[in-house]
């Protein structure tokens, strides 16, 4: 394996989980990222080397005079101009998308991956929690800060990763990323010996179990072959990418084609049927929702929310076949599984719960640390995450930060709010993510933001794309039915806050950098709800 790795876009939720990983298996790793974040800082202080312009000279000395020893990981995110980008591939290094090397690293090991176009990224946390939590050995790569492990990046106890060395060339990697991941698992065994990827020798390459979020963007989760597989939904998004719905079902669809021959596909009822009929010969189906009147195998009853927390009871198939994924001898049937309490808000979240509870029992968790996981799981930072809570319980103050970005996201999470709040008036901050998005969701955004009493928007957050003429956050705030709604700039944001807290719940809501107001209005919320307590 090369000694060195470097990361075109290191500061990205994903990246930086793989960057962590090859850091701590001994390689030097380096990268480049357009912004400095508390995340890029996270990764200095571990003693990764970041640089923030793309400028050729700021590549580490050690990358930029080996390329024979050194894989480059590109994110999706890295315009097709980057100077960087541009000479790495002009001098001929090993360049992989950051899909392709977490699917060649999870090939030869048992896989729960987790796609969805919303609810994946806790979804993923809570199953690597579940497992780690019982003291299952296991390795996660997740799309969020877990609050119970502090990081994206989970690493068996027991060992490290066996090493990736990937002897395809460039050209080889960049053209054959779709072809590779059509082909039969056999085949992808094959391609993974070729490369050297070390199967033999780790407890990780024969029996620890590896969770990952399988991000549908960009295709990335056709190089996964999961031995158990959830699927929270498949409403549309990513049109920019995809085109229309119907192929973003078929990308689903093929997902969920390759799921190993003896696995299991968990499935959101709400998602569309196709998905579900995709699924190969042999593998167990199973639905979950909320109740049994949705129609699902796996469901929740005697829901009862208290505050923050819900707790419910979990009912499931009590078939022995449910253990055909893995060993007969650690599976525990789900029949009925009491007095669950889930200390993180949201019917959606007790969904989500449910599927990661019945992947816990395919490891072999019993009823009591089931229960003790669900307890002390925390959740995921920046999703339903409290940052201030203040006043009285018959007179609550409370400010709440989400990285919803899609207009189901935002609904679930404000009808939650609402559950929570019965009567307080709700103001929500919410940067629009991505023109393409604004574009083809601008109507669903607006119904949704609705919900709210107040309604503040902030400019579009471009991500990786240039303006649409006609496209700016006038489009949903021309259709917000609240009865207040306004444009503002983040400076007029925090000054508002300050002369003019007209609210009981706060919410800032998005997935651009919406989050750099938080420490500010942090501390500006606890200074005025705080006087006088």
Request: proline share 6%; with cysteine; charged share 20%.
């Amino acid at each position: 394996m090369q000694a060195n790795v470097f990361f075109l876009g290191i500061g990205g939720i994903g990246m930086s989980a793989l960057a962590r990983w090859f850091r701590a298996n001994g390689h030097v790793v380096s990268g480049y990222d357009k912004t400095k974040t508390p995340l890029t800082e996270a990764l200095t202080a571990e003693g990764i080397l970041i640089h923030y312009d793309d400028a050729v000279e700021s590549i580490p000395a050690a990358v930029r005079e080996n390329p024979a020893d050194t894989l480059v990981v590109l994110t999706p995110a890295i315009p097709a101009g980057h100077r960087e980008w541009a000479w790495l591939r002009e001098q001929g290094y090993d360049i992989r998308k950051r899909s392709q090397v977490l699917g060649l690293l999870t090939q030869g090991r048992p896989t729960i991956a987790v796609a969805g176009t919303h609810g994946k990224t806790t979804t993923s946390s809570m199953v690597a929690h579940l497992l780690h939590h019982a003291g299952v050995p296991c390795a996660a790569f997740l799309g969020g800060i877990s609050v119970n492990l502090g990081s994206n990046l989970l690493l068996p106890e027991s060992s490290k990763s066996e090493e990736l060395k990937i002897k395809n060339s460039p050209a080889e990697a960049n053209n054959n990323s779709h072809n590779q991941a059509s082909k039969t698992h056999n085949e992808q065994q094959k391609t993974s010996s070729e490369n050297g990827l070390a199967t033999g020798n780790s407890p990780l390459a024969t029996d620890i179990p590896v969770v990952v979020e399988a991000d549908e963007y960009d295709r990335s989760f056709l190089t996964l072959f999961p031995t158990v597989a959830i699927v929270t939904s498949t409403d549309a998004d990513h049109l920019d990418i995809y085109g229309d719905a119907e192929t973003l079902l078929e990308s689903f669809r093929q997902f969920v084609g390759q799921i190993q021959p003896g696995g299991t596909l968990l499935i959101n009822h709400t998602a569309d049927a196709s998905v579900a009929a995709a699924a190969p010969a042999g593998v167990r189906v199973l639905r979950y929702g909320l109740s049994p009147e949705q129609g699902p195998e796996l469901y929740a009853s005697n829901i009862v929310a208290e505050g923050h927390l819900f707790r419910f009871d979990m009912h499931g198939p009590p078939e022995q076949s449910l253990a055909t994924t893995l060993s007969a001898n650690s599976y525990q049937p789900t029949a009925q599984i009491q007095g669950l309490e889930l200390a993180v808000p949201g019917f959606h979240n007790v969904e989500n719960m449910l599927a990661a509870a019945c992947v816990a029992r395919l490891f072999g968790l019993s009823d009591e640390q089931l229960r003790a996981a669900v307890a002390a799981y925390r959740g995921v930072k920046r999703r339903f995450e409290f940052i201030v809570t203040a006043g009285t319980p018959a007179a609550p103050k409370v400010y709440v930060d989400d990285y919803a970005h899609h207009p189901r996201e935002i609904e679930a999470f404000l009808r939650s709010l609402r559950a929570l709040y019965p009567g307080r008036k709700l103001r929500v901050i919410f940067q629009p993510h991505l023109f393409s998005r604004t574009r083809d969701f601008a109507a669903g955004f607006a119904e949704s933001l609705s919900l709210a009493d107040e309604v503040v928007l902030l400019d579009i957050y471009p991500a990786r794309e240039l303006p649409m003429p006609g496209i700016t956050s006038e489009l949903i705030l021309s259709q917000i039915t609240a009865p207040q709604k306004s444009l503002q700039t983040k400076a007029e944001i925090l000054q508002n806050a300050e002369t003019n807290p007209n609210f009981d719940v706060l919410a800032t809501v998005g997935a651009g950098d919406v989050d750099q107001l938080v420490p500010q209005l942090r501390n500006i919320l606890n200074i005025r709800w705080r006087k006088g307590q």
